[in-house]
C-alpha cells in the first residue's frame, strides 16, 4: 500500500535555530507534495505545493526564506523551517500523492516542533 | 484563495445516534474534497472522499453528499461509537493547489 514517512515525530530547538524534517513516499510516485502547519487549536494550514518539474508554490503568510522545501525525486521532499520562533511551533505534516488533483493524499504522521 | 467554513465546531452525542457536519467553499473550481480524522498521536486518516463530478458517496456508516450549485457538502455519519470521537477535518482542493482546510469538528461520542 501507499505510506508516507516523516520524520523525526518530535523535535525542540531553540529561539533562533533552525530544524529540518523529511517525507519519505512508499508505494507510489510523489509527483506533488504539500506541506502543512496545525498551530495549537487551530486547523491544517498550507504552507507550499510542490510538483516535481515545476516551481514550489508558497501560500501567503509563508516564504521560501523561511521554509526552504527540496523535492527532488518522487519519493522524497524535505522542509526547513529557519530561524524558529515561538510561532513557529506545532504540528508539520507533508501531504503526498501522485497524478493530479483529484487523486488521494497521503499523509505522514506529522512532525510536531516545540520552540524554547 | 480556497475558503472552507466547517460547522458546527463540535458536537456531543450518545453512542448509536448520528452526527451531521457540514462544510462549504468558495472556489468552484475545486474537484476534490477528501475528509479527514484526527485523533491524538495518530496520523491524520483519510475517511471519505468525492469529487466535483459526483453527488453522493457512501462508505459503511458515512455518508458524504455533495452539491456543486450551492459548493456545499455534508459528512453524514449513523451508529455512532465511542471510537468515532475525534475531530474531523474537510477539505477542497483544485488543480493547482494543495488542500484547504476547514477547522475542524470535534465529535465526542458517550456510550
Known amino acids: 500500500g501507499a505510506l508516507v514517512y516523516q520524520y523525526p515525530r518530535r523535535t525542540i530547538c531553540k529561539s533562533g535555530t533552525s530544524m529540518r524534517m523529511e517525507c519519505q513516499a512508499v508505494g507510489f510516485q510523489a509527483t506533488s507534495v504539500a506541506w502543512y502547519r496545525q498551530s495549537p487549536q487551530k486547523t491544517f494550514e498550507l504552507i507550499a505545493l510542490s510538483t516535481v518539474n515545476s516551481a514550489i508554490k508558497y501560500e501567503q503568510n509563508f516564504t521560501q526564506e523561511k521554509f526552504p522545501i527540496s523535492h527532488p525525486n518522487l519519493s522524497f521532499s524535505s522542509m526547513t523551517v529557519l530561524n524558529a520562533y515561538l510561532e513557529d511551533r506545532g504540528l508539520y505534516l507533508c501531504?503526498?500523492?501522485?497524478?493530479?488533483?483529484?487523486?488521494?493524499?497521503?499523509f505522514g504522521k506529522g512532525t510536531r516542533l516545540t520552540v524554547v | 484563495g480556497e475558503q472552507v467554513e466547517q460547522l458546527p465546531s463540535s458536537l456531543i452525542v450518545q453512542e448509536g445516534a448520528s452526527v451531521l457536519i457540514n462544510c462549504s467553499y468558495t472556489d468552484s473550481a475545486s474537484v476534490y474534497f477528501p475528509w479527514y480524522k484526527q485523533e491524538p498521536g495518530k496520523r491524520l486518516q483519510f475517511i471519505i472522499d468525492i469529487r466535483s463530478n459526483m453527488e453522493r458517496k457512501q462508505n459503511q456508516r458515512l455518508t458524504l453528499l455533495f452539491d456543486k450549485k450551492t459548493k456545499h457538502l455534508s459528512l453524514h455519519i449513523t451508529a455512532t461509537q465511542p471510537g468515532d470521537s475525534a475531530i474531523y477535518f474537510c477539505?477542497?482542493?483544485?488543480?493547482?493547489?494543495?488542500?484547504?482546510f476547514g477547522l475542524g469538528t470535534r465529535v465526542s461520542v458517550f456510550p
Open positions: 477539505s477542497a482542493r483544485n488543480y493547482a493547489q494543495g488542500l484547504t
Open positions: 501531504g503526498a500523492n501522485s497524478g493530479t488533483a483529484n487523486t488521494e493524499v497521503f
